[in-house]
């Protein structure tokens, strides 16, 4: 298995609000991006808060035996709860840092058993087989429009709410988390993404890029320049695993 991760601020902001973290030891493997909130105070700070929460959950993991899926489970939902946590009492005791908060999807493979927890817009993606699928669900009002009806998804890349969060780690110590458990199949490429890629990049391109380039470290790069290609509004994050369980035929 090879992993990579990379992060870059895009050619518009003023610094860089992401962060990321992707690891990988024998079969085990965590993959984690974070957004730090647009628009509020010290999201640096506060999706730098949530990686380093997922890095001390990697030094402390036991992988010397294999994690039941149970066990998984719990890891990837401490280390959110976590993540909220130190975000929030953060934001208490500094003043300047108050209102900052982030997304994050985090994924713990262990062997071919993924477990993903999940809270905002940053994206998993899997490739298998020529085909890529979005395995996280955006928690965005954008979003819930679409599933009401309000919006067609032709409507949404210009539509004025797309950007607008309706779950993110800093804002209530009551968090709601989706977990993702599924097996992936040898040969399987995940891909975890923030929207600064998913706004300018659409998920066939992903795709296409990938079967350019199936060095992680050069596919990562390569999506960013092409996210930086249409004018890189937004700060960009990728981190990849490949080769899970060997490589694709």
């Known amino acids: 298995m090879q992993v990579a991760g990379i992060t870059n601020q895009g050619l518009e902001r003023t610094r860089n609000e992401d962060s990321c973290f992707a690891v990988a030891e024998a079969d085990y493997a965590l993959l984690v991006v ?4 647009g628009g509020h105070r010290a999201g640096n700070v506060a999706s730098k808060l949530a990686v380093e929460t997922a890095e001390q959950l990697w030094l402390e993991l036991d992988r010397s035996t294999l994690v039941s899926v149970e066990k998984a489970r719990k890891l990837i939902e401490t280390l959110l709860l976590k993540a909220n ?27 071919n ?35 009401t009806g309000q919006v067609k998804p032709e409507e949404a890349d210009n539509h004025p709410q797309r950007h607008v969060l309706t779950r993110a780690l800093g804002v209530s110590s009551d968090l709601e988390i989706d977990i993702t458990e599924l097996e992936i199949e040898a040969g399987s490429v995940l891909i975890f ?23 992680p470290e ?16 937004d700060n960009i994050t990728v981190a990849i695993a490949s080769d899970i369980g060997g490589p694709q035929d």
């Open 34 to 37: 974070a957004d730090g909130m």
């Open 193 to 215: 993404c923030t929207d600064g890629l998913t706004n300018m990049v659409s998920d066939n391109e992903i795709l296409a890029l990938y079967k350019e380039n199936r060095d």
């Open 218 to 233: 050069t596919l990562a790069q390569a999506l960013i320049e092409l996210a930086n290609s249409r004018g890189g509004i």
């Open 113 to 147: 058993c993924l477990t993903i927890g999940h809270v905002g817009d940053s994206r998993a993606y899997m490739v298998n087989k020529g085909q890529i699928s979005v395995l996280t669900k955006d928690h965005s009002l954008l979003e819930k429009l679409i599933e």
């Open 85 to 111: 946590k130190k975000i929030l009492d953060e934001s208490e005791s500094v003043s300047d840092r108050r209102g900052m908060g982030t997304t994050l999807t985090a994924g713990l493979l262990c062997g």
